[in-house]
């Protein structure tokens, strides 16, 4: 199945410095690469996806990269602010299971 | 407000016992996933319901078993209850179409203790 690892488990950053979140995945069929965030003691939240037909995303402060032929894919938000501090999770799916990375606590340092 | 609702928030029960957790899908929503987050530790992948019908299955225990009903909602049940099961158990929901794509949806949770 599916295996996707997630670098770092934890990362501070000083409040408008930019924080980076990179995985890996192990199937070259996966298509579809959510990031989810989630605040302490609630649920996961949808906050930016990347299809395998495209290489760059950017929502705002959020952007996605998606290298297929080296099967990573990081989350860059710029100009963090203390809001931005949760618990940052990437997935990947190849048709309807989606498999986590194990997380990345972000703590953005006011 | 994800659109997918769980009951109970909490729940807190002993040892040996058996609980059910309930999901309400997204209207329009066919599919229904099962999530168990244990403290500190990342989304396990449990089951998938689609339609009513068992579609993926993850690492789920033989004490754990789900279903989806006719109106789509789906409900785990968790038998003979070990202190290990105690966790965030999420629901979450997608539209579920074959396209490969798969934007899920996540419910509250249900924080589940056992005593």
């Known amino acids: 199945g599916e295996n996707v690892e997630q670098h770092p488990s934890t990362l501070s950053v000083q409040e408008g410095d930019s924080a980076v979140i990179k995985c890996t995945y192990s199937?070259?069929?996966?298509?579809?690469f959510p990031w989810y965030k989630q605040e302490l003691g609630k649920r996961p939240q949808l906050i930016i996806d990347i299809r395998s037909n495209v290489g760059e995303k950017k929502d705002q402060r959020i952007a996605v990269t998606l290298n297929k032929t080296a099967k990573h894919f990081s989350l860059h938000i710029t100009e963090t602010q203390p809001e931005d501090s949760a618990v940052y999770f990437c997935a990947a799916s190849r048709g309807h299971k989606l498999s986590f990375g194990a997380g990345t606590t972000v703590t953005v340092r006011a | 407000d994800s659109g997918v609702t769980q009951t109970p928030k909490h729940l807190i029960t002993a040892t040996g016992q058996r609980v059910t957790l309930r999901c309400s899908p997204r209207s329009g929503d066919l599919s229904v996933y099962w999530y168990q987050q244990s403290l500190d530790q990342g989304l396990q992948f449990l089951i998938q319901?689609?339609?009513?019908?068992?579609?993926a299955k993850g690492n789920i225990l033989e004490r754990f078993s789900a279903q989806q009903f006719p109106d789509l909602h789906s409900e785990l049940n968790l038998s003979s209850l070990e202190l290990g099961d105690s966790a965030l158990y999420f629901c979450?929901?997608?539209?579920?179409?074959?396209?490969?794509?798969?934007?899920?949806?996540f419910g509250p949770g249900t924080r589940l203790t056992v005593l």
């Open positions: 319901y689609y339609n009513g019908e068992e579609r």
């Open positions: 199937d070259s069929a996966s298509n579809y």
């Open positions: 979450a929901s997608s539209v579920g179409t074959s396209g490969g794509f798969n934007e899920q949806f």
